[in-house]
């Protein structure tokens, strides 16, 4: 009797256990303003890259000479530009372009760097061929690399994020590199070893998912880095080229008549402080929920 009622009690502590970790987590997310606010604004920014050129009729290359570079109004929301196309809908197809191109590569460069990273950590062969390619590749500034590449490859969105990919990748194998190494030396995983586990299932199932949470971090970063890295791209028309809709070609457009027409600089300009500003948010409230230590130390 007394063994089923501890069974009961221990059941009973488990969930409860579970319960006050669950309100503990929500507590902490809803005192993280940042990871809030940017979480807001970068949902909506997806929701309109997903589903905002399902909603608009007009086409973003559609030009009519008779309205161009006419002013915000009810009929044209963002004005229009220099060939008379809709500036909001040329916006809304840019923000999918760039929002797009962004989550490519981040979610490349990071599998890439991942591996990387862990291997390099594990095996000190690899560790130092790897890690002098990502030096050397570091060492060159990255808007001027993904010029470089970009003039070898050609104009596409594409080859932009091939050269973005190449940019950013070093960057998050370097971070998981360092994490993965301070993992290599805990006690559980030399237990691991001398229990005959293989090498890829020690740096699959024991190392890489406690390098997940500065992966995940360093991951919206570079986010908010390919969406600035496309935008520069396509402003110095190595990018997107045209008449696609990106944020980019849109101010270099708007460059030229800038006095006529300050629409067409401004509100692409806001979108990109927008959209950066959001992950920047998001990725600081991250690492502040997945280590908040890291906060206490920032603020000492």
Known sequence: MNTVQDKEYMINLRKQLKKEQRDLRFKRIKSNYGLIIGAVLFVILLLIALFGPLLISTNPTDMSIIDRLKMPSSEHWLGTDEFGRDLFTRMVYGTRVSIGVGLVV??????????????????????????RICDGLIAIPGILLAIALMAALGASALNVIIALTIVFTPNIARVVRSTALVIREQTYIEAMEAQGASHT???????????????????????????????????????????????????????????????MVVFP??????????LNLLGDGLRDLLDPHVKQRLKK
């Open 106 to 131: 981040a979610s490349i460069s990071s599998t890439f760097g991942l591996i990387i990273g862990l291997y390099a950590s594990y095996y000190k062969t690899l560790d130092h061929i790897l890690m």
């Open 201 to 263: 299932r020690i740096i699959w199932l024991h190392i890489a998912p406690n390098a997940l949470s500065p992966l995940l971090v360093q991951a919206t970063f570079v986010f908010a880095e390919a969406i600035i890295s496309e935008a520069a791209l396509s402003f110095l028309g190595a990018g997107i080229p045209a008449p696609a809709a990106s944020w980019g070609n849109i101010l270099q457009a708007g460059k030229l008549v800038i006095y006529k027409a300050w629409w």
């Open 269 to 278: 300009g806001a979108t990109v402080i927008i959209s950066v500003l959001s």
